[in-house]
């Protein structure tokens, strides 16, 4: 999608500060952290919402979870634990239209959220 931020990203359009690179995803630190370790992870092809991704039966949301644990096993938090968060539709909060997991870790996780 050419409007689309986080597709500028993939597409190195946009600086990002990336810590992970698979064939089919791309994930990089959250400008706006809110934990130690706040990092999104993206499908390269645009789907809009995790819904979205789902439906696009691919194997591609399966691609993005094991991308999110690489993730948090590089980032030191796979132990005690982290998070995965897809934000779902405005009234959950989703402000980038590109379906994108937040991977959170490095400090205590309160539940619930929010
Ligand atoms: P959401 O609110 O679930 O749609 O999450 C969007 C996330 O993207 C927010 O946590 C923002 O801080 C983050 N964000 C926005 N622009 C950028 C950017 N250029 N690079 C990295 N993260 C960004």
Request: proline residues 6%.
């Given at each position: 999608?050419?409007?689309?931020?986080?597709?500028?990203?993939?597409?190195?359009?946009?600086?990002?500060?990336?810590?992970?690179?698979?064939g089919?995803?791309?994930?990089?630190?959250?400008?706006?952290?809110?934990?130690?370790?706040?990092?999104?992870?993206v499908?390269?092809?645009?789907h809009?919402?995790?819904?979205?991704?789902?439906?696009?039966?691919?194997?591609?949301?399966?691609?993005?979870?094991?991308?999110?644990?690489?993730?948090?096993?590089?980032?030191?938090v796979?132990?005690?634990?982290?998070?995965?968060?897809?934000?779902?539709?405005?009234?959950?909060?989703?402000t980038?239209?590109?379906?994108?997991?937040?991977?959170l870790?490095?400090?205590?996780?309160?539940?619930?959220?929010g």
């Amino acid at each position: 999608m050419t409007d689309c931020l986080f597709c500028k990203i993939v597409a190195r359009q946009i600086p990002a500060d990336i810590v992970l690179e698979t064939g089919r995803a791309l994930a990089f630190r959250d400008v706006n952290p809110q934990a130690p370790t706040h990092v999104l992870v993206v499908p390269k092809a645009h789907h809009e919402n995790a819904a979205a991704l789902a439906a696009a039966d691919d194997g591609l949301a399966d691609d993005l979870l094991t991308a999110c644990h690489a993730v948090a096993v590089q980032e030191g938090v796979a132990e005690p634990g982290y998070r995965v968060v897809f934000n779902t539709g405005t009234g959950a909060g989703q402000t980038v239209f590109h379906v994108h997991a937040h991977v959170l870790g490095g400090r205590s996780l309160t539940w619930p959220p929010g």
